[in-house]
């Protein structure tokens, strides 16, 4: 039997029936949750006498496949649409990942900014119905994909695009003591003329999906076999490489030692910033919700043969 863990805080709605079903898809809805609750320490949004809550998954140390969590996204949608239909609203979600090694295209992108033949590729491609030209995917990334109903917070596009880049400059600051920024006309965080953080998203009756992008450990030679973006007179790079650099970095308020820390170090400390910084900028409070990779995989193979 598969269970899927829920850890929701102590001040949501105590009643189980609020969390009765995930948006998983009808294979998951066979699965009961298993309930149970900790203290918040984020603040949350009072609508109507209602806080807004975000289930959280969080898989931010598994690799999932891009095309398991891109069909897991998609039935997230799904599902929200018709619960918005039938109850005239819905929770937001977060998933938090990594993915194997892959190529994806945006709605924008062109083979021209591809630099090898796509039949003969170095990674899978695939052509996605997210915003923006060709980026890479892969281990030392963190990806952060909000599922969230945009009517319970701000109908704005523009918004939304500037609020993520704004979770990952506050990362890069509270974490890292690194001063990040955008650049006009452009899209995604960028420290001097590299850029760390990728943005491409999608809005289907204004639910959200697809997402960022933040380089914090990445091997950047995938992106060397492309035009990153569609920009061609800029630079990939990731926090590790900038730490490298200034030869310190600031960790829960105190100086650590470069030396002192590895790859696994600096995904904890980024993950952390992420979580807590998405709920301050969108002002959500978390339910922690647990599903393995091998069961969306599963789900996915079981969806293909139906």
């Known amino acids: 039997m598969i269970l899927l863990g829920t850890s929701c ?6 009643t189980a029936s609020a969390y009765s079903s995930l948006p998983l898809g009808p294979y998951f809805k066979q699965h009961k949750p298993l309930l149970y609750s900790k203290p918040s320490k984020f603040n949350s949004l009072v609508i109507n006498g209602h806080r807004r809550i975000c289930d959280l998954f ?5 690799q999932v496949p891009y095309e398991v969590a891109w069909f897991w996204q998609k039935e997230i949608v799904r599902e929200k ?3 918005i239909e039938k109850e005239g609203d819905c929770t937001d979600t977060l998933i938090i990942l990594q993915h194997p090694s892959v190529y994806t295209l945006g709605t924008a992108s062109t083979e021209g900014n591809l630099k090898f033949d796509m039949k003969n590729a ?14 890479y995917h892969g281990p030392g990334q963190l990806v952060m994909y909000p599922i969230i109903n ?25 974490a890292f003591s690194i001063q990040a920024s955008r650049l006009e006309g452009l899209t995604g965080v960028w420290v001097g003329n590299e850029k760390l953080a990728a943005v491409g998203i999608r809005v289907s009756h204004w639910i959200t999906y697809h997402g960022l992008a933040l380089n914090v450990t990445t091997d950047l030679s995938p992106f060397k076999w492309i035009v990153p973006c569609g920009i061609h007179d800029r630079q990939v790079g990731s926090i590790k490489g900038l730490v490298r650099e200034g030869k310190q970095c600031i960790i829960d308020h105190g100086t650590t030692d470069l ?9 904890h400390t980024t993950h952390k910033s992420l979580i807590e910084e998405f709920s301050q900028a969108f002002q959500l409070e978390y339910c922690y919700k647990s599903i393995s990779a091998a069961l969306l995989y599963e789900s996915k193979q079981s969806s293909l043969t139906k």
């Open 9 to 14: 805080f102590s001040t949501l709605p105590s």
């Open 58 to 62: 969080d898989l931010h140390q598994e």
């Open 81 to 83: 649409k018709a619960q």
């Open 122 to 135: 170095p990674f899978n491609i695939y052509r996605t119905e997210r915003g923006g030209e060709v980026t």
């Open 150 to 174: 945009l009517r319970r917070h701000k109908m704005d596009l523009h918004w939304y695009l500037r609020t993520l880049e704004e979770v990952v400059i506050r990362v890069l600051s509270s």
């Open 259 to 267: 030396h002192q820390l590895d790859d696994a170090s600096l995904i």
